[in-house]
Every structure is written in C-alpha cells, then in structure tokens.
Nanobody, 127 residues
Framework: QVQVVESGGGLVQAGGSLNLSCTVS????????MGWFRQAPGTEREGISC????????YYGDAVKGRFAVSRDDAKDTVYLQMHSLKVEDTAMYYC????????????????????WGQGTQVTVSS
C-alpha cells in the first residue's frame, strides 16, 4: 500500500520561510518523479514543482520560481520543498504526489501521471 505523507506546514509571516517534507512508502521511490502542488479554497490545484530521477531535472511553476527550492533524498524516500520569501498568496494546502514515470512529464503542472497523493499540509502566510 502506497503512503504519501507531507509535513512541515504551519503559520508564518510574509517574508518568512517554511520547509515541507514528504515521505513515501510502498513504491520504488528512486524511480518516480515527485511533485508538489497547492490548492487554495475556491481555486484550481496549481503545480508548484516537479523533480525527476535523482534530481537531474527540476521544474517550477512561475508563481514560485526563484523563491522555492525542491530536493530529494532517495535514501530516505523523501522529497523536500524549501519555501522562502513567502507571500500571503502562497497560503494554500500543499500536496505531494508521486508520478508513474521516472521523469517529470511535459504536462506535470496539470498533474499528468501523478497517481499517488498525500493528504496535504496547510501553509498559511499572514501579512
């Protein structure tokens, strides 16, 4: 049984930082691209970042480029999302997901190929 568990969310002031973690079990983590997504109430889910095999390909959504950094530790079956210079508009539930492919598909932002999802961790940025 695949389990995807996010952690690290919380309340932070604008301009601050948070580090999210996502630990996966029940699948061959090293051979899966991993993605981070977020969804605020009343909005569509947004692709934040995708990291492919051994971190050799990394992609970011335009809204977070230059402020967020994704990484993975295959020895720990864990993917991380470092978030800096947080803005109020970053407030959302953040989800981690495992892709069926080794590398991020071209349409990763639209959740293509992501079949195993976590329950999410809430990030709230106050002004």
């Amino acid at each position: 049984q695949v389990q995807v568990v996010e952690s690290g969310g919380g309340l932070v002031q604008a301009g601050g930082s948070l580090n999210l973690s996502c630990t996966v079990s029940g699948l061959n983590f090293v051979n899966r691209a991993m993605g981070w997504f977020r969804q605020a109430p009343g909005t569509e889910r947004e692709g934040i970042s995708c990291i492919g095999w051994r971190g050799r390909s990394i992609y970011y959504g335009d809204a977070v480029k230059g402020r967020f950094a994704v990484s993975r530790d295959d020895a720990k079956d864990t993917v991380y999302l470092q978030m800096h210079s947080l803005k109020v508009e970053d407030t959302a539930m953040y989800y981690c997901a495992a892709n069926q492919f080794v590398d991020c598909p071209g349409s990763w932002r639209q959740s293509a190929g992501f079949g195993d999802w976590g329950q999410g961790t809430q990030v709230t940025v106050s002004s």
